[in-house]
């Protein structure tokens, strides 16, 4: 079973800065990695897949970079909506396609 | 507009079974492999059980495997989660999830099973 870590945990920034979100697999999944964002009382939605692929509709500031093992996704400029928790999820290990535990992005 | 909507979910004894349904519309479905996931309240996401374009393939996570089943009826458009001696750690918001990617996920409905 391939294990996703996520750092930090939680994250406080204010609107406008930059945030980077860290993912870490405990054996290569190549490029098949996605990036999740969930909203208090929502589904989650996909922002990127593929490592480093938008998925429809996602603003640009959101951007995936990296393969193999580390990983990372970068918010480049806050919005007041991107306040959230975003999880990343490993879909090389088919079908069993685990979680990361999520890192918060709050306001500080 | 891609549309995933669960029903089913509610409070059920341990040892008890559910049945969660999921009406997809606004795309092809039998084009799509299928799946659900859940969550805990408050805490992180798990797959649950995903099923192949034409159901020939079923796959299961381990916690869950020999109780529960996936199905579809793609002339309904419909998915399926039957869930049978549940625990008390399978209470969860459960999700519809369109395994593209996961790009698209259903509102949850959400399974509480309790004494």
């Known amino acids: 079973e391939i294990v996703l870590t996520q750092s930090p945990a939680n994250l406080s920034l204010s609107p406008g800065e930059r945030a980077t979100l860290s993912c870490r697999a405990s054996?290569?999944?190549?490029?098949?990695l996605a990036w999740f964002q969930q909203r208090p009382g929502q589904a989650p939605r996909l922002l990127i897949y593929?490592?480093?692929t938008r998925a429809t509709g996602i603003p640009a500031r959101f951007s995936g970079s990296g393969s193999g093992t580390d990983f990372t996704l970068t918010i480049s400029s806050l919005e007041p909506e991107d306040f959230a928790v975003y999880y990343c999820?490993?879909?090389?290990?088919?079908?069993?396609?685990?979680f990361g535990p999520g890192t918060t992005v709050g306001v500080k | 507009e891609v549309q995933l909507v669960e029903s089913g979910g509610g409070l059920v004894q341990p040892g008890g079974s559910l049945r969660l349904s999921c009406a997809a519309s606004?795309?092809?479905?039998?084009?799509?492999?299928m799946g659900w996931a859940r969550q805990v309240p408050g805490k992180g996401l798990q797959w649950v059980a995903n099923i192949k374009t034409d159901g020939s393939e079923k796959y299961y996570a381990d916690s869950v495997k020999g109780r529960f089943t996936i199905s579809r009826d793609n002339a309904e458009n419909s998915l399926s989660l039957q869930m049978n001696s549940l625990r008390v750690e399978d209470t969860a918001v459960y999700y519809c999830?369109?395994?593209?990617?996961?790009?698209?996920w259903g509102q949850g409905t959400l399974v509480t099973v309790s004494s």
């Open positions: 606004g795309f092809t479905f039998t084009s799509y492999w």
């Open positions: 593929r490592a480093s």
């Open positions: 999820q490993q879909r090389s290990d088919w079908p069993a396609f685990s």
């Open positions: 054996q290569s999944v190549s490029d098949s």
């Open positions: 999830v369109r395994e593209e990617w996961a790009d698209c």
